[in-house]
């Protein structure tokens, strides 16, 4: 399994980014794929996860009515929607599969991780 995180960048306060999360290599049938940041000197902080067979969807309460999370199958590619955008966002965001279908964006839980994707937020 590989994941490749795109789309960071600087935005001004209240803009909006679209994360891209690319995956392969998945032979199972039951995954979650979950969205995680690290701000500097902070310790990683799960965002959101989508699951591939229901796309149900979870939200850490610091983000919900921000973020939005997607999958497009046909691209093999889960979405980060980011609106609203604040200075606390800025922070490298990782996505990364847990191998089972979990609900929870508790890092230690998730097994395969891609190099992250810079969101920097400032005027």
């Known amino acids: 399994v590989q994941l490749q995180a795109s789309g960071g960048g600087l935005v001004h306060p209240g803009g909006s980014l679209r994360l891209s999360c690319a995956t392969s290599?998945?032979?199972?049938?039951?995954?979650?794929i979950g969205w995680f940041r690290q701000a500097p000197g902070k310790e990683r902080e799960g965002v959101s996860c989508?699951?591939?067979?229901?796309?149900?969807?979870y939200y850490a309460d610091s983000v919900k009515g921000r973020f939005t999370i997607s999958r497009d199958n046909a691209k093999d590619t889960v979405y980060l929607q980011i609106n609203s955008l604040k200075p606390e966002d800025t922070a490298v965001y990782y996505c990364?599969?847990?191998?089972?279908?979990?609900?929870?964006?508790?890092?230690?839980?998730?097994?395969?991780w891609g190099q992250g994707t810079e969101v920097t937020v400032s005027s």
């Open positions: 990364a599969a847990a191998l089972s279908e979990i609900a929870i964006v508790t890092p230690d839980k998730y097994d395969v």
């Open positions: 989508i699951s591939s067979s229901t796309g149900s969807t």
């Open positions: 290599g998945f032979t199972e049938d039951y995954y979650a």
